[in-house]
């Protein structure tokens, strides 16, 4: 995440306690149904569970039962203070706390919680990023309790407070934050599914609900050097550093036994994550060196995306107990693969059917059929604007820059469901292929079953078994951006599916035009083969599919009176809510690149030049020693012309940036600023950076000030 990185130091006394059996530490500090189950009066339970379930509105009385309940349990647990957690559009989790103490009129205290506490809160917060939706002088802004993802109690330090997941919106009720339009679309997905399941029969389920597990990958750094290193600290990237002579080409880190250390850590924050009843379940090694992957098992994106970020903050902090840093940037360093989230989501009722999986025969699995089309038109249809959701400056380093995934939308389906939309195209589906056992040829080893696809790991959105892979989003970002608006795709086409089929008698065979018509017109998103290569960007570009391959460009996609009609339609976000988040975000982007200029300036001034000048110094004794001895100076003559001439192209660069940066933030307004951050700075900042990296190979070791790529990467 780019963002700044406090190092704090604490000793690590983790490993000395007796350690409790995971079963009886998963969830315990969670509110979860089974404590308010066990703690509520069955007639509260019943009510919060058809508020939880059903979005029945919740009596104030009622809230004030279960805000005791909540408060008493968490006095248990150690907690003295409350917070509403809410999701502010600086991407991050915000809080504020208060304790519990009241203090009664003869000088003690007692502990008190009401339902309007725990129902609303009302912080200044007028700080936060609100694109124009509010002014700070009319700072109201109101947290209100979202009971669908449950309370907990963590930990900070000696300190123990109760978290109450919370969304933010302004005095005139508009979303503030990330949360708001999440939930917001998961009623409208929920609507237009179950429209659907009903008009194909279904008459048992009673909810649909979009569900998400995203895969984390990260890097680990040692806090030693990090510490030297201002990029680390302000950027969360290294913005210079010479290729280490060693990358990721062995291929020996990718699933490699975890060093011990890290391990350690992982441990750590598996047991913190599971506490706090975050489903934390694989972890390994990742493609690159330093580079690693968590990913939890799968739940309602609105809870998904809580815990995930409770995972990117613990992740953060638990390194630092084990003295390293936890970078979540989407690229911390050049040349070595970057980070990303997977964001594994799919669809699912109450009554436990997934309507992503297609079975054994997908070709006669009408309901699967239509929600796999519906994903395609909503893809193809709405494609600039999933690229919009994804566009940070930190993906710009790693979208389409010769990894995974391209900056080109299109969707993965595998070998069996492109045969199933092939033979729909031409008709009607009549089989599916099947996988075949893989014989591995030792008699000792047991046959596999295959799966009817293989995987294909360079799509941006692929069918991976019962579930779609999005995996464009970037490892900082909140999943609740790229979420919201997938839902409300899905949700918009599934509406047009849904007003289709209510108005015919022959559902099976509406169905089956209905696909028909969605191959024929939107093929073209499907891509089957390798997205590195170039001859898919060119195929990519013949098929008139949209290849957005910076985040200025990419936000535009927010802009479409397309996009305005799909989250008005919906009641996701008013034309206004829209347009103050596309400011945000491009505001966002400036502040980011705008750090991270000022930042290359203060090391390339006070660190890099002074460095160069003084080896330059010491080069230039050696030159005239030499020659004084009357011996030919002529290596120390060219190392010191090279020296000089680099020096020089650094204050030229660097004076350049400088010009750059005030040039980009004088501009009038966002747009105009973001395109100057863009089209000036970013390439000022790569020519600082190409000098700075030949300055590293050029000046002796011992006076270089910043630890290296190999150090980085490779010392635990
Ligand atoms: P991989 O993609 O590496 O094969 P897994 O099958 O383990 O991984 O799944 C990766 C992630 O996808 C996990 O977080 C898992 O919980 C999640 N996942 C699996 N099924 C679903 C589903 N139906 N909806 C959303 N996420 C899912
Ligand atoms: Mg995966």
């Known amino acids: 995440m780019p963002g700044s990185t406090r190092i704090v130091r604490e000793t690590d006394t983790s490993m000395s306690h007796v350690r409790e059996p995971i079963t009886q530490v998963f969830g315990s500090q969670v509110f979860s149904d089974a404590v308010m189950r066990e703690r509520l009066p069955k007639n509260i339970y019943k009510a919060i569970r058809s508020t939880i379930d059903d979005g029945e509105p919740l009596d104030s009385s009622i809230a004030n039962v279960i805000a005791n309940a909540m408060k008493d349990w968490a006095i248990e647990k150690g907690a003295t203070h409350f917070c509403h957690w809410f999701q502010p559009m600086t991407g991050m989790t915000a809080e504020k706390h208060d304790s519990f103490i009241s203090p009664t009129p003869d000088g003690r205290t007692i502990m008190e919680f009401s339902g309007k506490e725990l129902i609303k809160g009302e912080p200044d917060a007028s700080s936060f990023p609100s694109g124009g939706l509010r002014a700070t002088f009319e700072a109201r802004g109101y947290t209100a309790w979202d009971c669908t993802s449950p309370v907990f109690v963590k930990e900070n330090g000696n300190n123990m407070t109760m978290y109450i997941p919370s969304a933010f919106c302004s005095y005139t009720s508009e979303a503030l934050d990330k949360k708001t339009p999440l939930l917001r679309s998961m009623d409208a997905l929920n609507k237009q599914s179950m429209r659907v399941l009903r008009a194909s029969g279904n008459t048992t389920s009673k909810r649909v609900s979009a569900t998400l597990g995203p895969e984390q990958e990260y890097f680990l750094v040692d806090a030693k050097f990090v510490e030297k290193r201002l990029d680390l600290i302000l950027a969360g990237r290294t913005l210079f550093g010479a290729y280490a002579p060693k990358g990721q080409e062995l291929e020996d880190h990718y699933f490699g036994a975890v060093h011990e250390r890290v391990a350690n850590f992982m441990d750590d924050l598996n047991r913190e994550l599971w506490k706090l009843g975050v489903s934390a379940k694989t972890q390994h090694n990742e493609v690159a060196p330093g580079q690693y992957e968590l990913a939890p098992v799968f739940t309602t994106v609105n809870v998904a995306t809580d815990h995930n970020q409770l995972t990117m903050d613990a992740m953060q902090k638990i390194a630092l107990r084990h003295g390293m840093v936890c970078l979540l940037h989407e690229k911390p360093f050049a040349g070595v693969n970057g980070s990303g989230k997977h964001n594994n989501w799919s669809l699912s009722t109450d009554d436990g059917l997934n309507l992503l999986d297609p079975g054994t025969t997908p070709h006669d699995n009408m309901l699967f059929l239509l929600m796999l089309c519906a994903v395609i038109r909503a893809v193809d ?184 009609k799909l989250f008005t339609t919906h009641k996701i976000l008013s034309k206004h809510e829209l347009h103050a988040r596309y400011e945000i975000i491009q505001e966002r982007y400036c502040k980011e690149i705008n750090i991270e200029a000022l930042t290359m300036l203060d090391m390339a001034k006070r660190q890099i030049l002074p460095v160069a000048i003084e080896y330059s110094g010491i080069v230039g004794n050696a030159v005239a020693g030499v020659k004084a001895a009357g011996v030919d100076a002529d290596v120390h003559t060219k190392v010191l012309r090279n020296l000089c001439t680099l020096t020089s192209s650094l204050q030229t660069g660097i004076t350049e940036l400088q010009t750059a940066v005030e040039k980009a933030s004088s501009k009038s307004n966002v747009e105009k600023q973001s395109e100057a951050y863009r089209d000036l700075v970013v390439p000022a900042m790569g020519k600082v950076r190409t000098v700075v990296d030949e300055l590293e190979v050029s000046i002796d070791a011992k006076h270089w000030p910043l630890p290296t790529y190999a150090e980085m990467l490779f010392l635990r």
């Not at 089956?512 to 060119?538: L, M, P, S």
């Open 381 to 564: 249809k709405y494609s600039s604007l999933l690229r919009a959701t994804v566009a940070t400056s930190g993906n710009d380093h790693r979208l389409g820059a010769n990894e995974a995934p391209p900056a080109i939308v299109s969707i993965f389906v595998g070998d069996q469901l492109a045969d199933v939309l092939e033979q729909i195209e031409a008709g009607d589906a009549k089989s599916s292929k099947q996988g075949k056992d893989l014989k591995l040829g030792v008699s000792t080893l047991p046959p596999l079953p295959s799966d009817c696809t293989d995987r294909n790991r360079t799509s941006p959105f692929a069918f991976t078994g019962n579930k779609f892979e999005f995996r464009m989003v970037g490892s900082g970002q909140s999943t609740a951006g790229p979420t919201f608006v997938l839902n409300t795709m899905v949700a918009d086409i599934l509406c047009e599916i849904a007003d289709e089929l209510e108005g015919t008698k022959d559902v099976a065979s509406t169905a089956q035009k209905i696909c028909q018509r969605i191959v024929k017109e939107h093929k073209r998103i499907i891509f089957n083969g390798d997205n590195y290569t170039q001859a898919w960007a060119k195929e990519a570009e013949a098929r008139g599919l949209p290849n957005i391959r910076n985040a200025v460009d990419g936000l535009k996609g927010m802009l479409g009176p397309d996009v305005v």
